[in-house]
Each structure stands twice: as structure tokens, then as C-alpha cells.
């Protein structure tokens, strides 16, 4: 007498226990409790978003929108308010990081730049300076420190918007970029807000 695909089944499953809740993956968790993330885990996840993005960022001069030294730089993504814009344009916006890339050879600035974007994402800062200096006597063209960076900022998922930065903070040779809010951020944000809620 032959048995039936359920009695199969249960005849191989005869011996499996199911996993206890100590036993399931930390990864599972964090999910299920964003508030629960950890630095340490932060840190994990922007390692592994920055492997991934390094790919696509191209080092290779000739694969860059070519840039001139003096050049006003700027982007935004639909959505971005005018006002807000002009705000960042303007330098209105604190940046608490400031990353210097412009000695940097491209393999290093590119990595640096992902790390430092990721990094301030996932710590729910919204806005950096980044110095990529003016480049007259770069090689293979000038300005090509800029010409990268503003390539790979477009390529970086949390970047909403940049602009050229202001005089006193580097000018033609930097830019604003402002960053979208994070998961964890708008997670505070939105316990925050239920705590000051209700009636009174």
C-alpha cells in the first residue's frame, strides 16, 4: 500500500524538532524590532550596503561626466522642496561631517565617501561638507576629483540633494549634500511624537 504525499511528509519530518526562540537568527530580530538595532549592527549593515555600491561606482576617468575646476555644482532628486534647497544652497544647514577628500587617490576617496555617507545615514545626520577641491592640474583632466565625486553621489542611494558650497566653507572646491532620513531616525522621530500626543 502505497502512502500519500502528507504521509511522506510526516514520516521524514519525524524526527525534526522546531527551533527554539533563543535559536532564531539575530538578523531576524533586528528586523522585527527596529528599535532594538545596535551601533555594532549599524556598522554591519553599512559595511555591506558599501561592498555593494563600490561596484557601481566607477573609478575609471573616462567613465565620468567631465566637470570644469570652477563649476556650481548641483542636484536634487524629485520631491525636494525649492525652500529647502535654497537652505542647503545657501549653507544654512549644520554639517557635523566634514570629509576632506581632495588628496585622496579615486579608489580611496570612493571609499571613503561611501563610508562616510552610509555611516551618517544610519546615524540619522542629515547633512555633510565634502571637500573635493577644484583640481586644475589633475590628471587625466582637471577637476577630476569633483567631476567623481558628484558622479558618485548621484549613485548613493541615501543623497537627496547637493550643491556647491558657500565662500567660507570651500566654495566651488566643496559641496553641501543632504541626506534623506533614516529608518531608525524616523522611528525616534515617530516615538517621540506618540509620547507628546493625547489628550491634555
Known amino acids: 500500500m502505497s502512502l500519500s504525499d502528507d504521509e511522506l511528509f510526516l514520516q521524514e519530518m519525524a524526527d525534526v524538532s522546531p527551533l527554539k526562540h533563543e535559536h532564531q537568527s539575530q ?20 559595511a555591506a550596503e558599501q561592498h555593494e555600491l563600490l561596484q557601481l561606482l566607477p573609478t575609471d ?10 563649476d556650481v555644482v548641483s542636484y536634487k532628486m524629485d520631491g525636494i522642496q525649492d525652500q529647502v534647497f535654497n537652505q542647503l544652497r545657501l549653507g544654512k ?3 557635523n561631517t566634514v570629509l576632506d577628500l ?11 565617501l561611501v563610508n562616510y555617507v552610509l555611516s551618517a545615514y544610519e546615524h540619522g545626520e542629515r547633512n555633510l561638507l565634502v571637500i573635493h577641491g577644484k583640481g586644475y592640474k589633475s590628471k587625466p ?3 577630476l576629483m ?3 565625486v558628484c558622479h558618485w553621489l548621484r549613485c548613493i542611494e541615501p543623497v537627496t540633494a547637493y550643491h556647491s558650497a558657500n565662500t567660507e566653507c570651500g566654495g ?22 506618540r509620547k507628546g500626543g493625547g489628550f491634555r
Do not use: C
Open 27 to 46: 538578523t531576524a530580530q533586528i528586523w522585527l524590532n527596529q528599535s532594538s538595532v545596535t551601533d555594532a549592527q549599524l556598522a554591519k549593515r553599512a
Open 61 to 70: 576617468p573616462y567613465l565620468l561626466k567631465q566637470l570644469e575646476p570652477d
Open 93 to 95: 544647514y549644520r554639517a
Open 102 to 112: 581632495h588628496q585622496y587617490r579615486l579608489t580611496q576617496a570612493r571609499e571613503s
Open 141 to 143: 583632466f582637471p577637476a
Open 146 to 148: 569633483k567631476s567623481a
Open 172 to 193: 566651488v572646491g566643496a559641496v553641501f549634500v543632504m541626506l534623506k532620513k533614516s529608518q531608525q531616525k524616523r522611528i525616534e522621530n515617530a516615538h517621540v511624537n
